[in-house]
């Protein structure tokens, strides 16, 4: 045995890792569907879901086998040479997005890069404007849409002509866009920022802003993508998501996430009518690698099998409905929102003391800014298991309100 196995993962994390995440306490060994293990025999339900990217759950039997047959065949391919399971892919993301083509890279922030990148080069102007609120990744483009001040900060100067409006006020959006705006970048659904649902008439409103001065309206479905919110995107609640050609739809989607199931990928998502980016002048080593490619094929194909989808849009309501009439007239509660398996109950307090309780209790669940906590589970998550997470919830925060 050596020397290091010894110690216990979470020192050598603390000791090697390069810092910038609280640790929760909890070293995760294994898991099965929306169950999984820690390193002492725990068992937890898991409403995190590797911050809702595992929509599958884990070691999903389809998911495992296309990632060891590929992992047989073929683990690299650069996009100058064909693929067969990259273009497979590329077609059932144009089916099930109604985007047309797709720059494919590895992660969330990635794919807001190639968005802002695209934009600037499509439209030959810079000013960005986004949503106050809004989380779109940590990398510097992408970081300069984001809101947080305290993600920003250590990090400024990030990129000019960057401006944040209120999201959901078409009044602000109308004043803020003009012609000389490249992207307009909006969550669908805020997550990170607390879990927020705009009123029916906010996404076609940004659309038409967006048309009336050239704009390209770029909305990021990293969080919300992939059956998350009960749709396959969470913006086709609103707007035509037909396959290949969207009508009405926005011009750019930002996706990761749940679109591999939890294998690390992201994807710039470029409307019907509107040109590839030119010869060299974006890429990446690791976008569209046949293992990604072949892990996010499956996820798609069971998100479609096993009708993921309509339960997450089913067992979402079923918990709002739930969580709003057992916690009407409770104090410590400011608002419940969601949509699909992405839930947010406001406190009117942090947050963290009722995480804590739930983890006690065998549920892992997140934050939401400091006093939204957060239910991401895998779309996949048994019935049983779903109840019983609502009602610790509820008694959990009826908890928080005793003297
Ligand atoms: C809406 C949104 N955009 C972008 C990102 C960044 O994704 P990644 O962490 O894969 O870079 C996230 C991550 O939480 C997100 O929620």
Same mark, same amino acid.
């Given at each position: 045995?050596?020397? &290091?196995?010894?110690?216990?993962?979470?020192? #050598?994390?603390?000791?090697?890792?390069?810092?910038?995440?609280?640790?929760?306490?909890?070293? #995760?060994?294994?898991? =099965?569907?929306?169950?999984?293990?820690?390193?002492?025999?725990?068992?937890?339900?898991?409403?995190? %879901?590797?911050?809702?990217? %595992?929509? &599958?759950?884990?070691?999903?039997?389809?998911?495992?086998?296309?990632?060891?047959?590929?992992?047989?065949?073929?683990?690299?391919?650069?996009?100058?040479?064909?693929?067969?399971?990259?273009?497979?892919?590329?077609?059932?993301?144009?089916?099930? *997005?109604?985007?047309?083509? /797709? /720059?494919?890279?590895?992660?969330?922030?990635?794919?807001? $890069?190639?968005?802002? +990148?695209?934009?600037?080069?499509?439209?030959?102007?810079?000013?960005?404007?986004?949503? +106050?609120?809004? /989380?779109?990744?940590?990398?510097?483009? %992408?970081?300069?849409?984001?809101?947080?001040?305290?993600? =920003?900060?250590? /990090?400024?100067?990030?990129?000019?002509?960057?401006?944040?409006?209120?999201f959901g006020d078409l009044e602000a959006a109308a004043q803020a866009l003009d012609s000389e705006v490249a992207a307009l970048i909006v969550e669908p659904i805020q997550g990170?920022?607390?879990?927020?649902?705009?009123?029916?008439?906010?996404?076609? @409103?940004? =659309?038409?802003?967006?048309?009336?001065?050239?704009? &390209?309206?770029?909305?990021? !479905?990293?969080? *919300?993508?992939?059956?998350?919110? @009960?749709?396959?995107?969470?913006?086709?609640?609103?707007?035509?998501?037909?396959?290949?050609?969207?009508?009405?739809?926005?011009?750019?989607?930002?996706?990761? +996430?749940?679109?591999?199931?939890?294998?690390?990928?992201?994807?710039?998502?470029?409307?019907?009518?509107?040109?590839?980016f030119a010869a060299g002048s974006h890429g990446s080593t690791f976008g569209g690698n046949p293992l990604a490619c072949a892990v996010s094929s499956a996820t798609l194909?069971?998100?479609?099998?096993?009708?993921?989808? *309509?339960?997450?849009?089913?067992?979402?309501?079923?918990?709002?409905?739930?969580?709003?009439?057992?916690? *009407?007239?409770?104090?410590?509660?400011?608002?419940?929102?969601?949509?699909?398996?992405?839930?947010?109950?406001?406190?009117?307090?942090?947050?963290?003391?009722?995480?804590?309780?739930?983890? !006690?209790?065998?549920?892992? %669940?997140?934050?939401?800014?400091?006093?939204?906590?957060?239910?991401?589970?895998? &779309?996949?998550?048994? $019935?049983?298991?779903?109840?019983?997470?609502?009602?610790?919830?509820?008694?959990?925060? =009826?908890?928080?309100?005793?003297?």
């Amino acid at each position: 045995m050596s020397v &290091l196995t010894a110690t216990a993962p979470m020192d #050598l994390e603390q000791r090697h890792g390069a810092g910038g995440y609280p640790s929760r306490g909890i070293t #995760l060994t294994h898991g =099965r569907g929306a169950r999984v293990e820690d390193s002492t025999g725990r068992t937890y339900v898991d409403c995190v %879901a590797g911050h809702g990217a %595992a929509c &599958l759950g884990h070691a999903h039997p389809a998911w495992t086998r296309a990632l060891t047959r590929q992992g047989d065949l073929l683990v690299s391919c650069p996009t100058s040479f064909g693929s067969e399971v990259r273009g497979r892919l590329l077609e059932r993301l144009a089916e099930v *997005t109604g985007f047309e083509r /797709f /720059f494919l890279c590895n992660s969330g922030t990635e794919a807001v $890069e190639a968005a802002i +990148k695209y934009a600037r080069s499509a439209t030959g102007r810079s000013r960005i404007v986004a949503a +106050k609120r809004g /989380f779109h990744g940590r990398t510097l483009g %992408a970081l300069s849409a984001t809101w947080e001040p305290r993600y =920003r900060r250590p /990090f400024e100067p990030l990129i000019p002509g960057v401006a944040h409006i209120p999201f959901g006020d078409l009044e602000a959006a109308a004043q803020a866009l003009d012609s000389e705006v490249a992207a307009l970048i909006v969550e669908p659904i805020q997550g990170e920022g607390g879990v927020r649902v705009p009123d029916d008439d906010y996404l076609p @409103g940004l =659309r038409n802003l967006c048309d009336a001065h050239g704009i &390209l309206w770029v909305v990021d !479905e990293v969080q *919300t993508g992939f059956g998350r919110a @009960g749709s396959w995107l969470a913006h086709h609640h609103w707007l035509d998501g037909s396959p290949g050609q969207a009508t009405d739809g926005p011009d750019l989607a930002a996706l990761g +996430k749940g679109i591999a199931g939890g294998f690390p990928m992201g994807a710039l998502a470029i409307r019907r009518g509107l040109p590839p980016f030119a010869a060299g002048s974006h890429g990446s080593t690791f976008g569209g690698n046949p293992l990604a490619c072949a892990v996010s094929s499956a996820t798609l194909d069971t998100l479609e099998q096993e009708d993921l989808i *309509t339960r997450s849009r089913e067992l979402g309501e079923w918990a709002l409905d739930r969580l709003r009439q057992d916690l *009407t007239g409770q104090t410590a509660v400011r608002e419940i929102r969601g949509m699909g398996l992405m839930i947010g109950v406001e406190l009117r307090q942090r947050s963290g003391r009722l995480l804590s309780r739930l983890a !006690e209790d065998g549920i892992l %669940a997140l934050s939401a800014g400091p006093t939204v906590a957060r239910l991401l589970p895998p &779309l996949v998550i048994d $019935e049983g298991d779903w109840r019983w997470v609502i009602e610790r919830v509820v008694e959990h925060i =009826r908890g928080l309100d005793a003297p």
